[in-house]
């Protein structure tokens, strides 16, 4: 292929209007779904029904050479180029395999639908609701994602098959140890009834703790999300039944998991979804801290609490329920740790939170019992490497330094070195993380108002300190 200095990438996207490449791909859809059909008469399983044909992740383009290019152009995106090649192959294999659907996806740069090709019938076209693009702890129908519902609505109508790809986790690069509550369970809901109205025949909801590590398996990151068995639980239940009553649903999972802290940690996750609605912040691809900041203010830290100390109290003789109320503790807690000073000085006299030292010591136990009580010892052992620096970090960030409003570090932007991505490795050798000051009135939903700002381990002088804008020009599953 090639890309859009002209350079040719062998490695990034196939070209998909070389006919070589077209020939190929068809030949080996056949090939496949003809041996999977002998496997399968061999083992009595269900034979393939579907062809997956997406662009690659983690670039910005098709290819560019001009034959791809003409295509995409006149079609007004280069979902244009991907479909006249995804419907190639689907017109190639219907006659032999009528009952095979060749999926393709709407994502990044194909999310826009072309002007003028349809998807053949035999194609679907999976729709993802982007993350970096949607807030996810809202609706579809919410006007903040409008334009995400308008480009779903324009593929509804020309696709006849059509699929969903949907993130209900928050993505976004932080330093290790910070964590933010969100939640979805209202949006699910009404988005899952969104896409019953719509046809949608085929849903995939990307969701997941410890960066895709299932039980005892590899865990690649020490990432946490509130309530994620709980989301994931309801999730595959009202997919299976958009009608099911979500109360009763809800009421189910609680009494199971934290059992006599039902109450108080269904009551948490109220707390949290009723603060995400009245704020401003938008979800979408947003720094967590600032996140963190617009959700959590004394108020809340006061309800969070007051749930979480009664489920302690509750679930005291139940070890199972416990450990998964702990689970919940370890993001409000590291979340609190992060923002104690301004916390405090909202509160003033009228709250009165847990000292620091009492915080991080159940914060460091809280995240070794839930470890033990997913992983082996061996999953254990990995994942301690990926929590161990952010409770170092934040056993080392004084309570000063936890005030969004102080100035931090005296740096100017001449000091300031702008690499232009996060990178975790810096974080690990940082002194203490600090943030930037910002204007608390502009900052919530405009990335470049803030900055992550650390000192070397070995420096304290301000012209060592360093800087990263964050600019996130692309997302990848
Ligand atoms: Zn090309």
């Not at 009595?44 to 690659?56: F, I, K, W």
């Not at 309530?227 to 009494?255: E, H, Q, S």
């Not at 416990?322 to 807690?333: F, G, K, Q, Y």
Request: aromatic fraction near 8%.
């Amino acid at each position: 292929m090639i890309d859009d200095m002209g350079n040719k990438q062998l490695w990034i996207q196939l070209c998909v209007t070389n006919e070589d490449v077209r020939r190929i791909t068809l030949e080996r859809a056949r090939q496949m779904l003809r041996d999977d059909d002998v496997e399968a008469r061999k083992t009595g399983g269900a034979p393939a029904r579907m062809v997956v044909l997406s662009q690659n992740d983690n670039t910005s383009n098709l290819c560019l050479c001009p034959n791809c290019k003409a295509i995409s152009d006149r079609e007004g995106s280069e979902s244009g180029a991907l479909l006249d090649f995804v419907n190639h192959v689907a017109r190639g294999l219907k006659d032999d395999f009528p009952d095979v659907i060749v999926q393709t996806e709407a994502y990044n740069f194909t999310l826009a639908p072309p002007k003028t090709i349809r998807p053949e019938p035999n194609v679907m076209v999976r729709y993802c609701d982007n993350y970096g693009l949607s807030d996810m702890t809202r609706p579809l129908t919410d006007p903040r994602n409008a334009e995400r519902l308008a480009l779903l609505d324009i593929w509804a109508k020309s696709a006849q098959q059509l699929g969903i790809w949907d993130y209900w986790r928050t993505f976004d690069p932080h330093p290790p140890g910070l964590f933010a509550p969100s939640s979805n369970v209202r949006a699910m809901h009404r988005d899952i009834l969104l896409f019953r109205e719509r046809n949608v025949k085929y849903v995939t909801i990307e969701n997941e703790d410890f960066m895709g590590a299932g039980l005892n398996d590899t865990p690649q990151s020490n990432d946490l999300q509130s309530y994620m068995p709980l989301r994931c639980w309801l999730g595959m239940k009202l997919i299976d039944d958009p009608d099911r009553d979500v109360n009763a649903l809800l009421d189910t999972f609680c009494k199971g998991c934290y059992g006599a802290a039902a109450k108080p940690m269904r009551e948490l996750l109220e707390v949290i979804e009723d603060r995400q609605s009245k704020i401003e912040a938008n979800s979408s691809n947003m720094r967590r801290h600032v996140w963190l900041e617009a959700l959590c203010d004394a108020n809340f830290f006061a309800d969070a609490y007051r749930c979480l100390d009664a489920a302690m109290l509750a679930a005291k003789d139940d070890p199972a329920a416990l450990i998964h109320v702990r689970r919940e503790r370890i993001i409000v807690d590291a979340s609190f740790l992060w923002i104690e000073a301004s916390v405090r000085r909202q509160a003033g006299s009228s709250t009165t939170f847990q000292s620091r030292d009492v915080v991080l010591k159940r914060h460091r136990a809280d995240w070794t019992d839930y470890v033990a009580s997913v992983f082996d010892e061996a999953g254990q052992k990995t994942i301690a490497s990926l929590i161990e620096p952010g409770l170092q970090l934040l056993e080392n960030l004084q309570t000063a330094d936890t005030d969004s409003t102080r100035t931090a570090l005296p740096t100017t932007e001449a000091e300031i070195t702008h690499d232009g991505l996060l990178d975790e490795p810096l974080w690990q050798q940082a002194r203490a993380l600090r943030l930037l000051p910002r204007d608390p009135g502009a900052a919530h939903d405009d990335n470049s108002k803030f900055r992550f700002v650390w000192l070397p381990k070995h420096s304290s002088s301000a012209s060592d300190s360093h800087s990263i804008r964050h600019p996130r020009s692309m997302t990848c599953h």
